[in-house]
């Protein structure tokens, strides 16, 4: 089990930057896990942003985000970043970042509480 704690949210002009962080708990480790951030807009479906493998050496994005936004974990394997730069107003939504173990189907995924993010044009 993990529990996840996204931040780095807020405000900010289009053409600006972002990091956002998800977290585990204190005492808790994503090592083996795969990692995603995915974001829902304001009237919109929950839509996949970006997603690092377990080892750390794949990654892969969403259309929409490649080139502008890049996702990494941290050596003590406990946290996971999303940079978002040359935002838009499009990425306005709230983030939030899933926790799967690899070859577990997705109903035993673990999800944060999201982070808003506004993007003012």
């Known amino acids: 089990q993990v529990q996840l704690v996204e931040s780095g949210g807020g405000l900010v002009q289009a053409g600006g930057s972002l990091r956002l962080s998800c977290a585990a708990a204190?005492?808790?480790?994503?090592?083996?896990?795969?990692v995603a951030w995915y974001r829902q807009g304001p009237g919109k479906e929950r839509e996949f942003v970006a997603q690092?493998?377990?080892?750390?050496?794949?990654?892969n994005y969403a259309d929409s985000v490649k080139g502008r936004f890049t996702i990494s974990r941290d050596s003590a394997e406990r946290t996971v970043y999303l940079q978002m730069n040359i935002l838009k107003a499009e990425d306005s939504a709230i983030y939030y970042c899933?926790?799967?173990?690899?070859?577990?189907?997705?109903?035993?995924?673990?999800w944060g509480q999201g982070t808003q993010v506004t993007v003012s044009s």
């Open positions: 899933k926790a799967l173990r690899p070859s577990l189907p997705d109903s035993f995924a673990y």
């Open positions: 204190s005492g808790q480790t994503l090592s083996n896990f795969n």
């Open positions: 690092i493998k377990w080892s750390g050496s794949s990654t």
